[in-house]
Structures are given as structure tokens and as C-alpha cells.
């Protein structure tokens, strides 16, 4: 069967011929309650409910569905379900349940979560149970101990490698919008408001951040560590309690470790600037993703088989994760920073700055978005601890 864009009732069809997907929603096709609840940049999503079951369908579109005039590869999908199968073994119910996979359509069909809401909505409603980034923080060490070399034989670094780094049409997007847009006068950057001119303007044209900016581009293209998720923000997290699910892995290729632990930081920083008052439970978030990241991971390579320290032994190893974790912090708050500053000023921006209630709130939350961005990418040689990072944050 050849791809075609599926609405609800082609959908319909669809699933009805699978046996194996149509078994899990139950009773008579005609009864099947699809409604679609696309909310991302790009795919369109579709929840279906049957008598006995629910399922989630996700199809790739040939352009980004937030701006049609952006055509966009449908391979996608492919590497979503290939993340998906690739880590599903280490964080077995922190994601949904890939139950099938279409290569013609580009359509993943998964388990329903029907009773979670995205992380950013609940955390925008203030109805996020705490205790979320640590599941996060653990999510996050499962996926690099599965996948990275570090801990793992080096033939599953390479065959990663081959599975992933043809991605390239969802890189670019992150090379252009997170590594580049904001810090260059491009089409792609809405036009910011008038009391934002000026910072925009500082970004484009400071040297000292743009040699910075530099050297995370180099690490995001060069330094292979592990399988990322490659888009872990809290748009990408669905929690219903404490049930917290990882979603979206389109974005996966192998890359710095940092790079997941920054995004998904630097989108609660983002939350913390619009709304202040919340500091101190996002403080918590913030010191449980890293401590539990971190200690999972250490626990994780002391144990390590990888062939990356093979010659180490248990007087030697602990220096060495001691510095690959500074490592990792370092890179980290880059990336924490780059992505502060793209959801304030480029291509895809954030709600959580609606949580401001006047025009000059809203202006200075950015401001300040911007400011610790700009520390955090420019000053990450010289943080020694987490603590440091919560210190820039005025944590
Ligand atoms: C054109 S896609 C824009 C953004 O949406 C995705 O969720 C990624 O964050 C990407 O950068
Ligand atoms: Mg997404």
C-alpha cells in the first residue's frame, strides 16, 4: 500500500484490516471513537477507543504540520519506532508501548495514554505531581547504559551508528533552530517584540557567545556518546500521577549525553523564569534529575562492560566516571542554555511564558531567560557541580 495522508475514517479502515491492532480495541469497527489530538510541530496523532481497548496512531506528514509550506521527510517515523525498539528493554514503562509499525504509511501505532497529560500543560495548569524529574533523571542514565560505549561493547555503539545516522532531516532541524537560528539574522526567527530587539541583537552579534555557541555544535555533531532522545522536553513527557512517560523519539541519533539532560533542564528553567514563585519546587525537579541521573549512571559504570576503560579497576574507574560526568555537566549547561534561549527567540517557543499576566512580565521573564542562557553556554568550563548550575539559575 503507497502512503496517503489517513483521516479518521481511512484510519478506520486501516486499523480493521489488522487483526492483531483491531483485536486490542474490540467489538464492531463502526464503533471505534477516533478523534484526532495532533499538538506537536509535526505529525498528526489520533487516539482510538474501542470497547475493549484504546491506541495511540502517529503519522509522519510530508511537511511539518505547523508550517505545510516546510516539506519534510516522512523517514521520521522509521526512526521513531527504531529509538523506540532500541531502548524500550532498559526503560521498560517509562514509555508507551510500541505495538506496531507501518513503513508504508510511516504510521507507529502504541499504547493509548489516555489519562496522561503533557508535562508542560500540567506543570503551565500547576498540576504535576512532584517527584517527575527523578524518573526522568533515571530515564535518562537507562537509555546511555543501554546504548553508549561507555558501558557498552563497541558493536552496539557501530550498529547504532548505522541505524541512526541517516536521521539527518530531523538534525538539521535541530543544527538550524537549537545551534544556529537564534544566533544569526534568519527567516525562520519570528519577528521578536519591540522590547526584545536589542537582546536579539546581542545574540547576533556577540563573539564570545558565538565561540561558545561553536563548541557545542561540535560536541552535538562530533561527540557520539550514546542513543539521545534528541527532543526531551517537557512537551515530550506525558504523566498521569506519578506515572511519567517518555514520548516522541523521532529526533534520536547518537550524540552527547548533555544534550538530553540539557534540553529537558533548560525547559524547566524556561518554566521557572515565566514563573518564579515556583523556584523552590522546581529546584527540587531540577537537583533530583541530576542526582538521580547521576548516581544511576555511576552505580551503572562502575559496573560498566563497555571496551571504552577496560583497562581500569576499581582504584582506577572512579576518576575517570568522576570526569566524564564533569564532562557531562559541562555540556549539559551549554545545552541547557542553547535551548533557553531558541524556545525564547526562535522558530518554536514555549507556552509557559502565557503564564505571565502583563506584557512587561512577559518581556522581562525572556530577558532573563536570555541572560541565564547566555551564562550557562558561555560559563560551562568553570561549573564544578550541579550546584553551580542552580547558583547561575539563581537557584
Ligand atoms: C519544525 S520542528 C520544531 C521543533 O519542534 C520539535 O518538537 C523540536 O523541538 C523542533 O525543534
Ligand atoms: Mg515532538
Keep these: 500500500m503507497t502512503y496517503r495522508i489517513l483521516d479518521a475514517p481511512a484510519l ?72 523506540m525498539q532500541a531502548v524500550a528493554p532498559a526503560v521498560t514503562g517509562l514509555m508507551p508501548e510500541l505495538f506496531a509499525y507501518d513503513p508504508d504509511l510511516y504510521l507507529l501505532v502504541m499504547e493509548c495514554l489516555t489519562e496522561h497529560e503533557v508535562l508542560r500543560s500540567a506543570l503551565i495548569a500547576d498540576q504535576a505531581t512532584p517527584g517527575f524529574s527523578g524518573v526522568i533523571g533515571s530515564y535518562v542514565a537507562r537509555t546511555v547504559q543501554a546504548t553508549g560505549w561507555v558501558s557498552q561493547p563497541f558493536e552496539t555503539g557501530a550498529h547504532l551508528l548505522e541505524q541512526f545516522s541517516g536521521n539527518t532531516a530531523l538534525t538539521r532541524i535541530t543544527v538550524d533552530l537549537i545551534l544556529t537560528d537564534p544566533y544569526r539574522v534568519c527567516d525562520r526567527n519570528p519577528e ?80 521557572l523564569c515565566a514563573a518564579p514563585h515556583k523556584s523552590s519546587a522546581l529546584r527540587t525537579e531540577m537537583l533530583a534529575f541530576w542526582q538521580k541521573f547521576s548516581e544511576e549512571l555511576r552505580t551503572g559504570l562502575r559496573a560498566g562492560c563497555g571496551d571504552m576503560w577496560a583497562l581500569s579497576g ?13 564532562e557531562i555537566l559541562r555540556d549539559t549547561a551549554g545545552f541547557c542554555g542553547l535551548e533557553m534561549i531558541r524556545r525564547t527567540v526562535g522558530f518554536a517557543q514555549v507556552a509557559d511564558y502565557d503564564l505571565c499576566t502583563t506584557e512587561q512580565e512577559r518581556l522581562l521573564a525572556r530577558q532573563k531567560a536570555l541572560q541565564i542562557g547566555r551564562t550557562l553556554i558561555v560559563e560551562g568550563a568553570s561549573l564544578r557541580s550541579f550546584d553551580s548550575v542552580l547558583s547561575l539559575m539563581g537557584l
Excluded at 486490542?24 to 470497547?51: M, P
Excluded at 561527540?223 to 516522541?248: K, P
Excluded at 544534550?259 to 528553567?269: E, K
Excluded at 582504584?315 to 564533569?326: G, Q, V, Y
Aim: hydrophobic share 40%; net charge negative; with cysteine.
Design 12 to 83: 478506520r479502515d486501516w486499523l480493521a484490516q489488522r487483526h492483531d491492532l483491531s483485536g486490542r480495541l474490540g467489538g464492531a469497527a463502526a464503533d471505534w471513537d477516533i478523534r484526532e489530538v495532533s499538538d506537536g510541530n509535526l505529525n498528526t496523532v489520533f487516539l482510538v477507543n474501542g470497547s475493549a481497548g484504546a491506541l495511540c496512531c502517529k503519522q509522519a506528514l510530508p511537511h511539518v504540520r505547523v508550517a505545510p509550506d516546510w516539506p519534510m521527510p516522512l523517514e521520521r517515523a522509521l526512526y521513531e519506532s527504531r529509538y
Design 192 to 271: 521578536p517584540e519591540e522590547g526584545l530587539r536589542t537582546d536579539v541583537k546581542a545574540l547576533q552579534t556577540d563573539q564570545i557567545l558565538h565561540q561558545a555557541v561553536g563548541r557545542l555544535q561540535d560536541r552535538f555533531l562530533t561527540a557520539r556518546q550514546a542513543l539521545l532522545h534528541g527532543d526531551l522536553h517537557t512537551g515530550s513527557i506525558m504523566l498521569d500521577g506519578t506515572d511519567v512517560r517518555v514520548i516522541d523519539g523521532e529526533f534520536a541519533t547518537m550524540g552527547p549525553i548533555g544534550f538530553d539532560c540539557g534540553l529537558y533542564l533548560g525547559n524547566l528553567a524556561l518554566h
Design 314 to 326: 576499581p582504584d582506577t574507574r572512579p576518576a575517570l566516571i568522576e570526569t566524564f560526568l564533569s
